[in-house]
């Protein structure tokens, strides 16, 4: 008899820093105020590393509590994948940095940058590896600090993002039709000017004239992303759920990044799917980039809003253009 495999989210975590910034203390940064921004985004607050705090510590914490929860032990962890854009240094990457932290063996760690994405390209590539049978459990991360490369004079980005990160434990078991079903992601890379850090690379190395020229801050054409990202995420939903024979009503969560709330309104009314369906806790956090996906996910299921047999969902976009969705069927 042929065992088929399967690859599950055995433990999933979140860690967000103590440090709330409301839209009340934003207005005392800029020029904005707390109705032009919960009007245009649905965010009340965001959380912010202190100081000192790295993607690292946010990483670990999370990480920590994914592995609890999966009840899989470090020593059987033979993969770790940080998807970051803020990452501790350029390099060496912040996944290494992280095997030594948790104490685990030494094990494949590499860094992932697809931005906002980042989470669940991580998970595609981590649950291909466990289909090889080379590895049994992968610890994957969505982490970010956006607020150190956030420029706090530009009104039109600061008030959108917030620092945190996710983790979650993929397990490979025997089984069919359980844990992860599906993943399709996608890039555009004709535009970066859409979303980017001009700065610090190799294109523009670090220098007096990067730094007075503000050139190390995240730049966005905030409109003008808006209206691709609804068009590509809603193309990508729909390929996700034709290609699975599956329609909108037999989904219980659509967890997607937690970037904007009028952004998730508008993908609900393209797809033709209940807003009620999107999980969205952007209201606390902000747009936590690569972490914004595991956290929402890991706040459902603390809420015991998933049960066993449920299909969700998750939907990512950001910088590159990436953008990419997860089916998973829960176990
Ligand atoms: N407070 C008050 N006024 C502001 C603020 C602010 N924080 N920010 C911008 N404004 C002003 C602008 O200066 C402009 O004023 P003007 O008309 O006098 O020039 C006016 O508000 C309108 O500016 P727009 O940028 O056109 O505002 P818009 O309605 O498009 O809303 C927003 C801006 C919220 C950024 C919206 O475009 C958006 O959500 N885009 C998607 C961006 C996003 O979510 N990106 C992340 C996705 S990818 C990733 O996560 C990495």
Redesign the pocket.
């Known amino acids: 008899m042929t065992v088929e495999t399967a690859v599950v989210l055995s433990g999933v975590g979140a860690y967000v820093p103590e440090k709330r910034l409301t839209n009340d203390d934003l207005s005392q940064i ?4 707390d109705e ?2 919960r009007s ?2 649905g965010i009340r607050e965001r959380r912010i590393a202190a100081d000192g705090q790295t993607t690292l510590d946010m990483a670990e914490q999370a990480a920590l509590q994914a592995i609890e929860r999966s009840g899989v032990e470090k020593e059987d962890i033979g993969l770790i994948v940080v998807a970051t854009m803020t990452p501790d240094m350029p390099f060496p990457a912040t996944a290494c940095l992280l095997q030594d932290r948790l104490g685990i063996g030494q094990i494949m760690a590499f860094d992932l940058e697809a ?2 994405s980042g989470f669940t390209y991580a998970v595609q590539v981590a649950e291909g590896l466990l289909r090889t049978g080379r590895i049994d459990h992968a610890l994957v991360i969505g982490a970010d600090k956006v607020s150190g490369i956030l420029d706090w004079e530009d ?2 980005t600061c ?2 993002f917030g620092d945190g990160a996710g983790a979650a434990v993929l397990s490979r078991v025997d089984g069919r039709d359980i844990g992860i079903l599906d993943c399709l992601s996608r890039s555009d890379g004709s535009d970066p000017s859409l ?1 980017c850090q001009p700065a610090g690379g190799s294109a523009m190395p670090a220098r007096q004239q990067t730094i007075d020229a503000r050139g190390h801050f995240l730049k ?1 054409r ?2 003008d ?2 209206k691709v ?1 609804v068009k590509v995420v809603n193309r990508l939903c729909r390929d996700v759920m034709e290609r699975n024979n599956i329609r909108p009503e037999d989904i219980r969560w659509i967890i997607p ?1 937690q ?2 709330l ?2 998730i309104d508008s993908m609900a009314k393209y797809l033709e799917i209940p807003p009620e369906k999107f999980f969205v806790n952007l209201e606390r956090y902000g ?1 936590t ?1 690569a972490a914004s996906v595991p956290i929402a996910l890991e706040e459902v299921i603390s809420k015991g809003e998933i049960e066993t047999g449920d299909l969700i969902l998750l939907v990512a ?3 590159g253009l990436t953008w990419s969705a997860t089916l998973i069927r829960w176990h």
Request: glycine share 6%; hydrophobic share 50%; charged share 15%.
């Open positions: 800029v020029d904005t105020n032009w921004i245009r985004t931005a906002c009104r039109a008030v959108l979303l966005m905030g409109r992303l808006f990202v990044h970037a904007n009028r952004m747009n980039s976009f950001g910088a």
